[in-house]
């Protein structure tokens, strides 16, 4: 319970920073609990995201 707690705390906190987080990024902070992943596994998961995420806007410029 103390995660979700805090994840709903994040998302708040991303919403007053004027940074909300989307669907599908909720979707993925979601999957992570579900499926029990350890804060290493989550970082490199959001690190192997951004990269790809980057590299495809570098590709459509």
Do not use: C, V
Not at 31 to 60: C, P, Q, V
């Amino acid at each position: 319970m103390n995660r979700l707690k805090h994840r709903y705390e994040g998302w708040k906190l991303q919403e007053i920073e004027n940074n909300p987080l989307t669907a599908e990024d909720k979707a993925m902070f979601e999957m992570f609990d579900r499926e029990g992943w350890d804060d290493e596994r989550r970082r490199a998961y959001i690190l192997t995201d951004i990269e790809a995420r980057m590299k495809e806007s570098l590709a459509a410029e």
